[in-house]
């Protein structure tokens, strides 16, 4: 499924993560693990291995062809870098009708909007092409930078799961987010 999303005022497009990117997604996760230790679940030294990160990015790919997930590589549009991921993880249709989203970006391309670009593009595709209703996201309540992120994009506050994920070793309180596609219809008519 070849899918490329844009955001050219922002420099950024957005495409499932293929084999090809392997090396540098591997690239990626290795620079931002010790930056995004306090924010992500600890991971043994063989998930930053090639081999680790081809299985799971060919997981990714058939949960794309099954319609159930669908992990973006964040890229500049200037050189073609990779420079972070968003995901749209866990879709449902029929009664539930959702996702779940999750992302990060090079701590060197923070700021500067790249990160809501990216989460814009994502929700526009989740809501024209998915035909959902809802995605949500869950977020420490201490990070700051991705509320900001979320909000940005019309996502709601809407409570605090106790113990949602274990982070960083220990299983910790999430704030979960959410936008609805009626939140936005006007914005993406």
Do not use: W
């Amino acid at each position: 499924m070849a899918l490329t999303l844009y955001d050219t005022p922002n420099g950024i497009s957005l495409r499932l993560l293929t084999t090809d990117d392997t090396q540098a997604y591997l690239d990626l996760i290795q620079v931002t693990r010790v930056p995004y230790q306090a924010v992500e679940p600890i991971r043994d030294d063989e998930f930053y291995t090639l081999d680790a990160q081809t299985r799971r990015i060919q997981d990714r790919l058939k949960a794309a062809e099954e319609g159930t997930g669908y992990q973006f590589g964040i890229y500049t549009i200037k050189d073609d870098l990779l420079i972070g991921q968003i995901s749209l993880n866990n879709v449902s249709y029929g009664v539930a009708n959702y996702a779940d989203m999750g992302y990060f970006i090079h701590p060197d391309y923070q700021g500067g909007g790249r990160m809501t670009a990216a989460v814009k593009l994502a929700v526009a595709y989740a809501f024209r092409a998915l035909k959902l209703n809802r995605v949500q996201a869950a977020i420490l309540p201490t990070n700051a930078g991705s509320q900001r992120v979320l909000e940005k994009n019309g996502f709601q506050a809407e409570g605090i799961a106790r113990k949602y994920l274990k982070i960083n070793g220990s299983y910790q309180d999430h704030r979960i987010y959410a936008v609805l596609a009626e939140d936005l219809s006007e914005s993406l008519q």
